[in-house]
C-alpha cells in the first residue's frame, strides 16, 4: 500500500504561482512513476506532468513551459511547481503513484487550485 498526502493547493490571482506538494508513505521502494492529474467541474480528470524514478518528465500541453514537476526519493516526495497561472488552471489536483511490478495505482484525496482572473 501506498499513501500520499497532497498540500499547497489554494487560491491565486492569475499570473502568480504555486507549488504543490505530495508526500508518499507505505511501500515507496515500489513507486516507479509519480504524477499530478487535474479535474475541474464537468470534465474528465487529466494528467498534468509526471516523473519516473529515473528523472524523466512528462508534461501536457497546456502546462509545458509554466510547470516544473520535481522529486525528492530521499524524501519521498514530488511537487510540481506552477508558474503564470491561468483561470483554466482552476482544479482538484490529484497527486498519483504508479507502482511496478504490480501496477498499481494509487491516489491523494486532492487539492484544490483556484486561479482568479
Known amino acids: 500500500q501506498v499513501q500520499l498526502v497532497e498540500s499547497g493547493g489554494g487560491l491565486v490571482q492569475a499570473g502568480g504561482s504555486l507549488r504543490l506538494s505530495c508526500a508518499a508513505s507505505?511501500?515507496?521502494?515500489?513507486?516507479?512513476?509519480m504524477g499530478w492529474y487535474r479535474q475541474a467541474p464537468g470534465k474528465q480528470r487529466e494528467l498534468v506532468a509526471s516523473?519516473?524514478?529515473?528523472?524523466?518528465?512528462n508534461y501536457a500541453d497546456s502546462v509545458k513551459g509554466r510547470s516544473t514537476i520535481s522529486r525528492d526519493n530521499a524524501k519521498n516526495t514530488v511537487y510540481l511547481q506552477m508558474n503564470s497561472l491561468k483561470p483554466e488552471d482552476t482544479a482538484v489536483y490529484y497527486c498519483?503513484?504508479?507502482?511496478?511490478?504490480?501496477?498499481?495505482?494509487?491516489w491523494g484525496q486532492g487539492t484544490q487550485v483556484t486561479v482568479s482572473s
Open positions: 498519483n503513484a504508479y507502482t511496478y511490478p504490480t501496477g498499481n495505482d494509487y
Open positions: 507505505g511501500i515507496i521502494f515500489s513507486i516507479n512513476v
Open positions: 516523473i519516473t524514478r529515473g528523472g524523466s518528465r
